[in-house]
């Protein structure tokens, strides 16, 4: 059987689980494992430098990051099919369900969440936010009915979505991976309530992040010795305000809440390294990026109930609701009490850690992309039969 060439067009690639993705997926294949021939990524410059170099691995720059939307949408959809078929290519890989190019066959990615899970559009009120998610809704309902096999990272994001497309008959869930960076050596430390502990919830500031709730709940925590730090971008618009509202009325002297400023991947093993216990409060998530980091790590965890995150961390830690400032503050309040629980909840989810690694994603998607060629070639062999 001829070796496959494959295409990802990761054009559009952006947030920081799509590059870490990409770069995951890239750098921990073993090539020798797969029936590959060449393997072509289309993204901009400052993405494909982060990529592994490799002699079957060709780069393609075709606009920089700077790029408009409606620029990269007319590539996407005009130019590229024509250029995916003068290099030959036998399989397109899209790394976002929004893409508009058509290529046949092709795997789409679903990593977006908010436009399906329900009341998470109506937090950005009337605005140019929620009109993207909602055209976006039916962009990624079309690609992904579309595609000849679709990858879903979690099975509560499988479920939740095909609840709006329909049944997509051919599609694989594949977990994304982690870098081994975050499986530190960390000691879980054995402070009781007297000693300082460092609670740190590791997020950019948006509407379904929830950071002022955490805030809030730590007015009910201050009597301990304990710290808050938020860390990641500080946003901007009506959910900064929201965060500095509720800083400024909990700790206007800032003497046990931190935040930090946009913070490189790079960082932030040595941060959890640092803390004690793991807040993660998102209410809409497809895969949980940063709370599989935090397992990894071996950090006791509190985190909301929504979405794949049971699923996720299962019994590796302490639920609450993320809209409910008591439900955080209970949660956290049995982890800073109990620090056999703290140490047995993180030995837990330290283990189901192990089950996410860059090399197994990249194993399960290759295969997946051979798998899907190799149908479409035997159907269009078979069809010239008939």
């Avoid at 799509?18 to 750098?27: E, P, Q, S």
């Avoid at 730590?218 to 929201?242: R, V």
């Avoid at 206007?252 to 803390?275: C, G, R, V, W, Y």
Wanted: proline share 3%.
């Amino acid at each position: 059987m001829k070796k496959i060439k494959i295409a990802i067009d990761a054009s559009r690639n952006r947030s920081g689980g799509a590059k870490i993705h990409l770069i995951g997926i890239l750098k921990d294949i073993n090539y020798n494992d797969h029936n590959i021939d060449e393997v072509h990524v289309w993204s901009y410059k400052e993405l494909l430098d982060q990529l592994p170099n490799f002699s079957w691995l060709k780069k393609h720059s075709p606009f920089n990051s700077k790029a408009t939307l409606i620029k990269e949408l007319f590539w996407q959809n005009r130019k590229l099919p024509s250029i995916l078929k003068k290099l030959d290519i036998d399989i397109l890989l899209n790394t976002d369900a929004g893409s508009i190019c058509y290529f046949k066959p092709n795997i789409t990615m679903s990593r977006d969440m908010l436009s399906y899970e329900k009341g998470e559009m109506k937090r950005f009120g009337i605005s140019l936010a929620r009109l993207r998610l909602f055209i976006l809704k039916y962009i990624q309902k079309k690609s992904l009915l579309n595609a000849d096999g679709a990858i879903f990272l979690t099975k509560y994001a499988s479920s939740v979505i095909q609840k709006f497309t329909g049944e997509i008959k051919n599609y694989k869930i594949i977990h994304h991976g982690i870098s081994e960076d975050f499986r530190i050596n960390k000691k879980i430390l054995t402070k009781d309530a007297s000693q300082k502990l460092k609670c740190i919830y590791v997020s950019n500031v948006t509407f379904y992040k929830h950071q002022w709730n955490v805030v809030k709940a730590f007015s009910h925590l201050k009597k301990y010795n304990i710290e808050l730090i938020l860390a990641g971008s500080l946003g901007s618009g009506k959910p900064k305000k929201m965060l500095d509202k509720a800083i400024a009325e909990v700790d206007s002297k800032k003497e046990f809440i931190s935040t930090t400023d946009q913070i490189n991947h790079q960082e932030i093993p040595s941060l959890l390294n640092d803390s004690d216990i793991f807040i993660f409060a998102s209410s809409c998530e497809n895969m949980p990026n940063t709370l599989v980091e935090a397992m990894a790590a071996g950090m006791p965890i509190v985190c909301s109930n929504r979405g794949p995150m049971p699923e996720i961390l299962r019994d590796g830690g302490l639920y609450f609701d993320p809209e409910n400032i008591d439900s955080i503050y209970k949660a956290i309040y049995a982890l800073v009490q109990d620090r056999n629980l703290r140490m047995s909840l993180s030995t837990k989810s330290k283990n189901y850690s192990k089950e996410y690694s860059w090399a197994k994603c990249s194993k399960k998607t290759f295969n997946y992309l051979e798998e899907i060629s190799n149908k479409f070639q035997n159907e269009k062999e078979l069809s010239k039969y008939v």
